[in-house]
């Protein structure tokens, strides 16, 4: 009984935690913006605080621009988190990942850019370095990026969940692809199609046709004289044998 109690506590304080977790990253971010404005009112002579020396300026204009990195680098991994959680159900944890590691690579570089902003670096190479080898980048990983981004339109669009028996039409797979969707991943999609699993790229799919796979038509039976029916229809008359001379 006590372990049950004990368990039952972990779930409610889990689960207050969880429903914090939001408010902790929305004060965190206020307090950033907060912290921002005030260092950089300080660093242009309008401080806030009447009849400050220039020391206690300067420690004004640094401790804040600190605070902000601290405020502004909680706020990032908070939203994310968050972000992973509401995503996760309904596009499911590949695609959740991938929102989650885009907010946190957005939110520390702005947050590192500001915070040198806010101490007095110039940032201007390392903005310019920054958007070169970002450029670089995406033209060496294109392919990669589009099966990315083609499996997040995948996600929001959902033609079709894992278990759905699909068809596929396009050029790029050699015609018409018939299968089951086992997973929908980052960059493929995969099918089992008669027992062997295929991964398909998700610019692929995306580009392609998709619909259901239409029923099977039965053919009409054939029977032994050669005439053909449907099956429980009107039997065929048979001959009456002879009868004596």
């Known amino acids: 009984m006590q372990n049950g109690r004990q368990i039952d506590l972990s779930a409610q304080v889990e689960r207050v935690k969880r429903k914090t977790r939001p408010w ?21 002579g309008k401080s806030t ?11 004004i204009i640094y401790g804040t621009a600190a605070l902000f990195l601290v405020f502004g680098s909680t706020a990032t991994y908070g939203l994310a988190g968050k972000a992973r959680q509401l995503l996760e ?6 695609h959740a990942a991938i929102v989650r590691y885009v907010i946190l690579i957005v939110g520390a570089f702005t947050t590192l850019v500001i915070t040198l902003v806010l101490f007095g670096v ?38 079709f969940k894992v278990g759905d028996a699909v068809r596929l039409r396009a050029g790029a797979l050699g015609g018409t692809l018939d ?67």
């Open 24 to 44: 902790k990253s929305i004060i965190a971010l206020l307090l950033a913006i907060a912290s921002a404005v005030i260092s950089h009112r300080a660093s242009h």
């Open 49 to 59: 605080f009447v009849g400050t020396s220039n020391l206690t300026n300067q420690f």
């Open 89 to 94: 159900p309904k596009t499911g944890p590949a």
């Open 122 to 159: 110039d940032v201007s190479q390392l903005v310019l370095g920054g958007a070169i080898t970002t450029v670089f980048l995406s033209i060496a990983a294109q392919q990669a990026l589009g099966n990315v981004f083609a499996g997040l339109v995948l996600a929001f669009a959902r033609p």
């Open 179 to 245: 299968g089951i969707v086992t997973d929908i991943g980052i960059t493929y999609v995969r099918f089992d199609t008669d027992g062997s699993v295929m991964s398909i790229p998700n610019s692929q799919v995306l580009n392609a046709v998709v619909g259901p796979i239409p029923p099977i038509r039965k053919d009409p039976q054939v029977i032994p004289d050669g005439k053909s029916g449907t099956p429980g229809g009107p039997e065929q008359p048979q001959p009456s044998p002879p009868g004596p001379a």
